[in-house]
């Protein structure tokens, strides 16, 4: 495993997906945009026009669980949406434990946004920063 990797965050959602970047070597993320989403659909037009403009290594979805593990109803969703960016893209998918990055991210804005777009692109800097800070084993 090459220690320069570069990776893309995502926070997976029905209307939204947050998108950030990360490279292993510095161990850090940057938030960088809010895809749309039609019902989960992602729009895979601008998820390409990212894929072509960063080239990541991997990606990385952050994974919707309960606060006590189990699934959440989202789940399902998030795993066939990291699958699927696994087959369009040829690229290796992880997922993480996403539970209370939203919250985290509204933390981190300290009242300066209230958008969810903010939110959403903050939240997936912070769901590629948990895994760069000491990648796990991936979630089924």
Same mark, same amino acid.
């Given at each position: 495993?090459?220690?320069?990797?570069? &990776?893309?965050?995502?926070?997976?959602?029905?209307?939204?997906? #947050?998108?950030?970047?990360?490279?292993?070597?510095?161990?850090?993320?940057?938030? /960088?945009?809010?895809?749309?989403?039609?019902? #989960?659909?992602?729009?895979?037009?601008?998820?390409? !026009?990212?894929?072509?403009?960063?080239?990541?290594?991997?990606?990385?979805?952050?994974?919707?669980?309960?606060?006590?593990? +189990?699934?959440?109803?989202? +789940? !399902?969703?998030?795993? !066939?949406? #990291?699958?699927? &960016?696994?087959? $369009?893209?040829?690229?290796?998918?992880?997922?993480?434990?996403? $539970?209370?990055?939203? /919250?985290?991210?509204?933390?981190?804005?300290?009242? !300066?946004? $209230?958008?969810?777009?903010?939110?959403?692109? &903050?939240?997936?800097?912070?769901?590629?920063?948990?895994?760069? +800070?000491?990648?796990?084993?991936?979630?089924?």
């Amino acid at each position: 495993m090459s220690a320069a990797r570069t &990776l893309l965050g995502f926070d997976y959602g029905l209307k939204r997906i #947050g998108v950030a970047v990360g490279q292993e070597l510095t161990g850090t993320a940057s938030a /960088l945009t809010t895809v749309a989403a039609r019902d #989960g659909k992602p729009d895979w037009d601008a998820i390409g !026009r990212l894929m072509d403009e960063w080239r990541p290594d991997a990606v990385v979805v952050g994974l919707p669980l309960n606060m006590d593990g +189990s699934d959440h109803e989202l +789940s !399902r969703r998030a795993r !066939r949406f #990291g699958n699927q &960016l696994h087959g $369009r893209y040829n690229l290796p998918a992880h997922f993480i434990d996403e $539970r209370l990055s939203s /919250l985290e991210a509204e933390a981190l804005l300290k009242g !300066r946004s $209230r958008r969810k777009e903010d939110i959403d692109k &903050l939240a997936a800097q912070v769901i590629l920063e948990t895994w760069l +800070s000491a990648p796990p084993q991936d979630t089924p």
